[in-house]
Each structure stands twice: as C-alpha cells, then as structure tokens.
C-alpha cells in the first residue's frame, strides 16, 4: 500500500513570492491534515480537509489557505512568503471523519525562502 | 488554550533497559485522544500508541505502554527492553477539537 506522498521535496523561494505544496493521502483516505514543523517548535497544526471541506484551521494567517480534490489529494498554499515560513511541511491523512483516528504522514516538503 | 509539553528535550537509555518519555497537558475539552508519534532520522513520523480519554485502561502496544493520569492530565510513554530502533524523535499529541503536538523528545539508545 502506497504511503502519503507529497511533492515537492524541497522548495526554495524568495521573499513575497508564493509557494504551493501537494499532498496525496493514503488510498480511502478521505482526510488530509496538513502541519508546519519549524526547527525547535514541533509541529503546528495548519490544516485539516475532509469530504473536499476545510474542517479546521490552526492559529495561522489567511496567507495560509489550501483546497482538497475530489480524489481527496490537497494543496497548500502560502502566499506573501516571508523568511520565517523556512519549515518542514507535513502532510498527513486519515481514514473516516473522526478526527481521532490515528494519523499516517508523508515525508515533507522542505521550503526555505532566501 | 489547549497544550501539549514535553519536558525533557533529550533522553538516552541503554539497550534493554527501559526508558519513560513525559507529556504533560492542559485542556477543558472531556472527550479527546492522546497519541505518541515517533520520527526516526530522515525517516517519516509513524504513530507509537493511542489512549482515548474515556478510557481508564492504560493503552499497550508491545514493548510501549503509557501510563495515562487523567486528573494530573498527564501521559508517559515507557519503552521497555529498548532496541538500536528506537532511536528516534517521541512527539505526544492531543486531539480534540483541534490538534496539539508537543516539541518532542530525542531518544538516544546506547549499545
């Protein structure tokens, strides 16, 4: 079974620019939560899509935004990027519209803005 | 506002000794899941163990187990018999209403 997938792997983008990032879940998957891991702060959670609906958002500014597919993949986007966006971004997905179940996550997109 | 700590950044054991990583947390929700992720290096973070609050049992998985105080809102996670491949980053997360991961704790195991 293919694990989540999320492309690209790593990502370098300037100041103000916009940065999109993509995630494929877990086949059945129909949850797709999306977090920010920064150096030294764990991860903070960005996102949470279900059914194709935005069902929770985390303390981030709209400049964070992202949609779900109908073949239940995501996009995130960040736009207006500034220098304190240098992160891993986590993708993870889950089964069902509990939030509870247990969450399967990708490798990460590694975006650094110069 | 709900949070997650985990106190102790690093943690080192010897191999086949047992080791117990600390997740405090602080919330007013009454219906929430509590989870231990572990991220090996370069590795992808896999889920170690799951407790549902409602539960009073304390949740096992092999050589994991957590010892759950609900009132001391608090959630250890103990490995035992400690292998080379638990080397590894420990996250505690909290899922209620929204999702709360704490900064981690780096596991060193000693041979």
């Known amino acids: 079974e293919a694990g989540v997938t999320q492309s690209p792997t790593h990502l370098i983008k300037t100041r103000g620019q916009q940065a999109t990032l993509r995630c494929s879940p877990i086949?059945?998957?129909?949850?797709v939560y999306w977090y920010q891991q920064a150096l030294g702060l764990g991860l903070q959670f960005l996102l949470w899509?279900?059914?194709?609906?935005?069902?929770n958002r985390g303390n981030f500014p709209p400049r964070f935004s992202g949609r779900q597919f109908p073949n239940y993949s995501s996009e995130l986007n960040v736009n207006a990027l500034e220098l304190e966006d240098s992160a891993l971004y986590l993708c993870?997905?889950?089964?069902?519209?509990?939030?509870?179940?247990?969450?399967?996550f990708g490798d990460g997109t590694r975006l650094s803005i110069l | 506002a709900q949070t997650v700590t985990q106190s102790q950044p690093e943690m080192s054991v010897q191999e086949a000794e047992t080791v117990t990583l600390s997740c405090t947390y602080d919330?007013?929700?009454?219906?929430?899941?509590l989870f231990w992720y572990k991220q090996p290096p370069s590795r992808q973070m896999i889920l170690v163990i799951r407790?549902?609050?409602?539960?009073?049992q304390n949740a096992t998985e092999n050589r994991f187990s957590v010892n759950f105080q609900k009132a001391a809102k608090s959630f250890s996670l103990k490995i035992s018999d400690s292998q080379l491949g638990d080397a590894a980053m420990y996250f505690c997360a909290y899922t209620g209403n929204q999702f709360y991961f704490g900064t981690g704790t780096s596991l060193t195991v000693i041979p």
């Open positions: 919330t007013s929700e009454s219906d929430y899941y």
């Open positions: 993870a997905s889950s089964s069902g519209t509990n939030a509870n179940q247990p969450q399967h």
């Open positions: 086949s059945g998957h129909t949850s």
């Open positions: 407790q549902e609050a409602y539960k009073q």
């Open positions: 899509y279900d059914e194709g609906e935005e069902r």
